[in-house]
């Protein structure tokens, strides 16, 4: 369904992509609840996970957090802090894709919603303080007073939850407790729907090079995209020595984990999202793709 004057407050007199690709998700606005005051516990105290539970994480100097996928599930944006900084951890079911951003946009602390809208059958977020719509793949404003604004992403691991713990052992869970949200986080909201390769939305760009919802790692080095799926992945060694743009990259995968991330030759972790191969694809049809046969 298309949403421009369907009632959903937002301002579309500016815009930076098709509006007839932005379209309803079924919820409406604030109907899946963002996180704005999110608790956690130690990991001594997450139950509720099991070794094989996904989570999305990162570590601060001796800071660590951990977010499950199950509740990200059911509320898809978290407004947080660590050590001391403002952080936005965001997570699209439909895309399998969790990024971290910089909520400092044009020196101010934003804070995000979720709009209940989708683009490329991807997570259109809002920020509270102008309404504007950020896609989160796209990472930028693409409908509102902001359109166009770029957000600044962060390392956000996506990995299981026993390998999280055993490198991190003192860090925190979020909490089921969240606030007067009351959902089964042990349920599963879309059902099978990673599991099979079926799509519930249209998009845009279709490639069957490689299943619909094989797993890739995507990255961006100065406005060339390359995307490393998991099959050829499986097939090279790890670390993958790769040259994107010109620039040298590392890439790690955890065949057992069922995750992989980036670093540079130095060993800093790089900005890259684990994504679906569609939604990878939509966003980037000229992407390259790692072969490891060549």
Known sequence: ???????EGFDFSQHNVPLNLIVSGGPSKDDIPALLFPKFVPASEASF????????????????KAYPIKILNWHEVVNDTLAGNPILVTYCPLCGTGIGFDPVVNGSVHTFGVSGLLYQSDLLMYDHQTESLWSQIDMEAVAGPMV?????????SHT???????????????STKTGSFFRDYDREPYGDYAQTPDLMFDVEHVDTSYPTKEWVLGIEIDGIFKAYPFSELEKASSPVIDHVNGQQVHIHFNSQARSAFLTDPSGDPVPSMMAYWFAWYTFHPNTEVFNASL
């Open 49 to 64: 996970l099991k070794p094989g539970d996904r989570v999305l994480a990162l570590s601060r100097g001796n800071k660590a």
């Open 1 to 7: 369904r298309f949403v421009v004057g369907t009632g």
């Open 148 to 156: 166009g604004t770029k957000l600044a992403p962060f390392f956000l």
């Open 160 to 174: 299981t939850w026993s390998e999280w713990r055993s490198l991190h052992h003192e860090t925190l869970v979020l």
